[in-house]
């Protein structure tokens, strides 16, 4: 018997841990098809269809389960008697959905129970068609999944490393509320840490939902890092709450050389009913602290703020922005509420508008207009054109405090309308046009103030000398560089 597991990643530098997970405590030898939802179907199906296999193992996704969907009719095409089995958060919660096109849906930890079903297809012993993975609570017992096969592709890829499971807060919009944080020892963390890097990955990355949920544990997964690998030329990042810091983890990174560590920091809201209304308590005050600081060391901050949580507007959210633009994270990712299935606002959306499709984005909700929700789309595409790539630092720096010194969010919105205006696309553009575009704005602004030609071209000079940087900073200088003479 043949058995496939289908690795479908959302791009080319991810690399699904899940099948590693069931692979690696499966004794039937299983081997793992890696791809992406980039790829097309036809590929990806031949791909499969080609090894003739008996058994289908596929982990769903928002960012996969439409794939899957249309990959699975043309498989079962091809190969009509194979068996196939589906698991992940997108089939566990509603697993009966599924059932005419798998053969088998593992509602949740499936480390084990993806195994055991193998054996029994492979015996020719009956099994429920919906398996239930029970919560696994000593996680050591679980074998590692960091093989030579996954480890290897970290030159070129992201590899995923999770010390923990589980997360102790209840927000609603997560998957992961009102589940028991789980930890595997610290032994076994240093021991996969010190299998991972004999490949010397570019970018590790844990997945802990909260890693600094226990303050001494992660000060000492931080310093085994520090001690051992800050010579190394990895990046470890890590996802924390910007309110679990005490001195000592805060002095641990500001001591961490460029490069060795990044930071990915949830604030979500700044509003705080809407808060309330999605059991996430935060303490403003300590957010904006902690952030600040860390915004100052060496070790990257990555933000993320959600629009259309409950009780949020327009303005509640653009005020939001603004105070965590301000506090200078290097990267703020402006995202879109999404009703994931099994998380607890699901029960809670009353006269929202939501897509019927992957990824469930909302449309509208009672506080924000389906106008409103495309004006901040349009920010969104420029806070990712210029601020959150990190090729305009320079020229924003000079750029917003002169014309959008209070609302930096209307600097993003008004460069989106000039791209809309002047027909720019966004998508696919280079970085000299990207350039051109911001000069032409600032300058168009300035004209529209009456400025004295004198002011207007020292202004221009000025923009173009921290063009001129940023282009430096690129490495890029023959395409960038501009005529401030």
């Not at 193998?118 to 020719?124: T, Y």
């Not at 939902?209 to 303050?215: A, E, G, S």
Request: hydrophobic letters at 40%; aromatic letters at 12%; glycine letters at 4%.
């Amino acid at each position: 018997m043949k058995v496939i597991f289908l690795a479908l990643n959302s791009s080319y530098v991810h690399t699904l841990l899940a099948p590693r997970y069931l692979v690696a405590n499966c004794s039937y030898p299983v081997e793992i098809v890696e791809t992406n939802v980039n790829a097309s179907l036809e590929e990806v199906a031949d791909k499969v269809s080609e090894k003739h296999p008996d058994v289908l193992a596929i982990s769903c996704y928002i960012f996969n389960i439409k794939f899957v969907k249309e990959l699975l009719v043309i498989i079962k095409r091809n190969l009509p008697d194979i068996i196939i089995i589906l698991g992940g958060y997108e089939v566990s919660y509603n697993p009966e959905e599924y059932l005419d096109l798998a053969n088998y849906v593992i509602q949740g930890e499936g480390d084990f129970e993806f195994g055991k079903l193998i054996l029994a297809i492979e015996k020719g012993t009956e099994r429920e068609r919906i398996i239930n993975g029970n919560v696994i609570e000593i996680l050591d017992s679980i074998k590692s999944p960091y093989s030579a096969e996954y480890c290897s592709q970290g030159d070129k890829k992201i590899i995923y490393y999770e010390s923990s499971r589980g997360c102790p807060f209840n927000c609603s919009y997560c998957m992961s509320s009102n589940t028991k944080v789980r930890p595997f020892s610290l032994d076994r963390v240093y021991s996969d840490l010190d299998n991972i890097m004999q490949y010397n990955p570019k970018l590790i990355k844990f997945v802990d939902r909260t890693f600094n949920y226990n303050l001494e544990r992660a000060k000492k997964i931080i310093k085994y890092i520090i001690e051992k690998y800050s010579d190394c030329n990895t990046k470890f990042h890590f996802e924390v709450s910007p309110e679990l810091f005490d001195e000592e983890l805060l002095e641990l990174f500001s001591n961490v050389r460029e490069n060795l560590m990044q930071l990915e920091i949830g604030i979500q809201s700044f509003n705080q009913v809407t808060l309330a209304a999605v059991n996430r308590k935060a303490s403003i005050e300590k957010i904006e602290k902690n952030i600040s600081f860390l915004s100052k060391t060496n070790v990257p901050i990555h933000t993320d703020l959600i629009a259309g949580l409950p009780h949020e507007g327009y303005k509640s959210f653009v005020d939001g922005f603004n105070k965590l633009y301000l506090l200078g994270p290097g990267v703020l990712q402006l995202g879109f509420l999404k009703i994931l299935k099994g998380a607890p606002i699901e029960k809670n959306i009353d006269n929202y508008r939501i897509s019927a499709d992957p990824p469930y984005e909302i449309l509208s909700t009672p506080w924000l207009s389906e106008n409103e929700l495309a004006d901040l789309k349009i920010a969104e595409d420029m806070l990712d054109l210029y601020h959150n790539s990190n090729r305009f630092k320079n020229s924003l720096s000079f750029i917003i405090p002169l014309l959008y010194s209070s609302s930096p969010f209307f600097f993003f919105y008004e460069l989106g309308k000039y791209y809309i205006s002047m027909g720019l696309k966004r998508k696919g553009s280079a970085a000299p046009m990207q350039s051109q575009a911001i000069y032409d704005f600032v300058k168009q602004k300035y004209i529209e103030f009456n400025l004295p030609p004198a002011k207007l071209n020292d202004v221009l000079y000025q923009l173009a000398k921290h063009l001129n940087a940023d282009y430096k900073r690129s490495g890029n200088n023959r395409k960038w560089k501009r005529n401030i003479k």
